[in-house]
């Protein structure tokens, strides 16, 4: 509790550090209020964009549509507010999940060491042994498009990185007395791993899981953004990029700012998003890890 | 030498992995992986196919056929381009390789000097701006960037078009006068003695040239950053001072020098990064290297390509890895590999 006093009093204290947790609180209020900001027109399937028309080219905004609207007219104002949602289910999901597995396995890999370690830090390896776009990639070529898929792929090919930062660090505090103190007394190897081991050398995990809240999100939409991702018409910032591709770049001799809404209400959208966490994960790595302050 | 021995365990595991994705895979599909002409699927070919290639047989005979095929280069057959997989790859390589070339250098240059104006005014002012600066770098995903620079220098100016080079220069570059040296169409081209296709082809990698450059240089930024603070706190640094040594020869020959070592590695490890980051870039500006290959081919299902590219793409950055390391340890002796 102490700790959490002096971590919010830090990020008060720094404006830049501010501007970073009013982002994230901006949009996560747009994530749990989008219902509100934007009520959907089919409630069974909230996340589909609401259509008005068929007309290929996009509306610059109106009284209806206040950030007009995409090729095959979908609301982009419904597309940035359930768009967020979105980014905070894929964000949250995918973290969450390859959290689980990466704390599991790096923790099995420090506490019990020797050949278990060897073979958890190999197969670590193997799968880091693909670049991660590529891999995530093959993932969605072989079971299919689809946001579930793709949340799927970006677990299978993102646990890694949570494994070995809670190794290191495990390794570090294994060290520590307290630790050998608790051996000594014959406390269960279950209750040091809870209680002494997994508190202690979490810190880098949470500072590069508040980083990945931006990351993983926007490389879901990189997915969408090439046609690997969502569906046609899902709720999703990468699609409405996608979309505005066709009608910002083609030179046609008429003025190019003409569609600029296309482009411009998703992209800043997605840039105060990252922003946002990037923020407060870097405000968090100041805090939490000292070796960073020298 | 340990990390040598781990190499062919790597290896071996990353083709496993590649196999079981492979598993996933329905008879027919994977067919298509093996055969390397079309014509070999006609009639009821199919079946004698699968039977032929063992693709019925149990999972460890199948993956020693695999390992059998990729050592003899053949990576299978691709559907929609319809040629061999491996000749696709070996001829679109060069071009992603010449882009992550001229990526890395203003990355280097830029990460590099910023990283240290950023050390050495610790704290200061100019230190928080780039590191405000630093974080925008970071959230400005690659399909934002690209389409906005795509958008301002093409839609807009006209200036810098997609593509690897202008149409009459691409008919040049594929015709039989044209000496392909070492397939990267700069080099070639200078050294073909054609200067206008050389300017042409700088022109048509400015745009993916910034936007790979932008993701990465604020990454360099910060390692240079917190390895020049380290080293400015040391001892012979201390020295350098008290011995009267002017400020600028204290950080530029004392302490810059060791603060560029754990840079050169992260600036290594980042070019095998960018080879495998290229596909959104690739995309977006329509540059035929392996990275829009890799998105075309998972797009329309091509599950040779898809596969195949993994391969290429995990072998690079296995031997990749292992190159920087081992070449860290050579730049600093106080290294010693495990």
Not at chain 1, 219 to 224: D, G, I, R, V
Not at chain 1, 254 to 272: A, M
Request: hydrophobic share 50%; aromatic share 12%; glycine share 10%.
């Amino acid at each position: 509790m102490e700790g959490f006093i002096k971590v919010v009093r830090k990020i008060f204290r720094n404006p830049v550090s501010f501007v970073g947790v009013l982002l994230v609180a901006f949009f996560i209020v747009i994530a749990v209020f989008a219902p509100l900001f934007a009520p959907p027109q089919y409630p069974s399937n909230p996340y589909m964009m609401p259509q008005s028309g068929l007309s290929a080219v996009p509306m610059p905004p109106s009284a209806q549509h206040i950030f007009g609207t995409t090729q095959g007219q979908y609301d982009i104002y419904y597309g940035v507010i359930w768009g967020t949602r979105t980014a905070f289910k894929v964000g949250i999901v995918v973290i969450g999940l390859a959290l689980i597995i990466g704390i599991f396995i790096g923790t099995m890999a420090a506490y019990f060491g020797g050949w278990l370690d060897e073979l958890l830090m190999r197969l670590t390896d193997i799968f880091l042994a693909f670049p991660f776009f590529v891999g995530v990639i093959v993932v969605i070529t072989i079971l299919g498009p689809g946001i579930t898929n793709v949340m799927w792929a970006l677990v299978i090919f993102y646990w890694m990185t949570y494994a070995r930062l809670i190794r290191g660090s495990m390794l570090e505090i294994k060290e520590n007395q307290y630790v050998m103190a608790a051996v000594a007394l014959g406390t269960p190897g279950a209750t040091i791993i809870t209680r002494h081991l997994i508190p202690n050398s979490i810190f880098p995990v949470i500072i590069q899981a508040s980083m990945d809240m931006a990351t993983i999100p926007l490389t879901a939409a990189a997915l969408s953004f090439l046609g690997l991702g969502a569906p046609v018409g899902y709720a999703d910032w990468g699609q409405l990029v996608a979309f505005s591709r066709n009608w910002i770049i083609t030179p046609s001799g008429g003025n190019p700012f003409t569609y600029w809404y296309t482009i411009f209400f998703p992209s800043i959208t997605i840039v105060l998003y990252a922003l946002g966490w990037n923020l407060l994960g870097d405000t968090l790595r100041d805090i939490l890890d000292p070796r960073m302050l020298i | 030498m340990r990390r040598l021995l781990l190499l062919p365990v790597t290896i071996l595991g990353l083709t496993l992995l590649i196999f079981l994705f492979m598993s996933a895979l329905s008879p027919y599909q994977l067919l298509s992986t093996y055969v390397s002409n079309p014509r070999q699927l006609q009639g009821g070919a199919a079946k004698t196919l699968i039977k032929q290639y063992g693709l019925d047989k149990p999972f460890y005979i199948k993956y020693v056929n695999y390992l059998d095929q990729i050592i003899h280069g053949n990576l299978g057959w691709s559907v929609t381009l319809n040629e061999p997989v491996t000749e696709t790859i070996v001829q679109r390589f060069p071009a992603t390789i010449e882009l992550a070339i001229y990526a890395i250098i203003p990355i280097i240059f830029i990460g590099i000097w910023l990283g240290v104006v950023a050390a050495v005014h610790h704290n200061g002012f100019i230190d928080q701006i780039l590191r405000v600066v630093a974080l925008i770098g970071y959230s400005v995903p690659a399909f934002v960037l690209g389409l906005v620079l795509l958008f301002i220098f093409y839609g807009v100016l006209g200036w810098l078009p997609p593509g690897r080079l202008g149409l009459s220069f691409d008919m040049i570059y594929n015709s039989p006068v044209f000496h392909h040296y070492t397939g990267l169409v700069t080099i070639d081209a200078l050294l073909n003695g054609r200067i206008w296709m050389f300017l042409d082809a700088i022109k048509h990698l400015i745009d993916p040239v910034i936007t790979l450059s932008f993701l990465s240089w604020a990454g360099l930024l910060r390692i240079t950053r917190s390895s020049m603070l380290e080293s400015l706190g040391q001892d012979y640094v201390r020295t350098a001072r008290a011995k009267g040594l002017s400020e600028n020869v204290v950080i530029n020959k004392h302490a810059r020098r060791n603060a560029l070592i754990p840079a050169t590695t992260v600036a290594g490890l980042m070019f095998i990064g960018i080879l495998g980051g290229v596909v959104i870039t690739e995309t977006i500006f329509n540059f035929p290297g392996i990275g829009s290959l890799m998105a075309q081919a998972s797009e329309q299902l091509d599950y040779a390509t898809v596969l195949g590219l993994t391969l290429v793409y995990g072998l690079v950055t296995v031997i990749g890895n292992l190159i920087v390391d081992v070449s860290y340890a050579l730049i600093d002796p106080r290294v010693r590999l495990g």
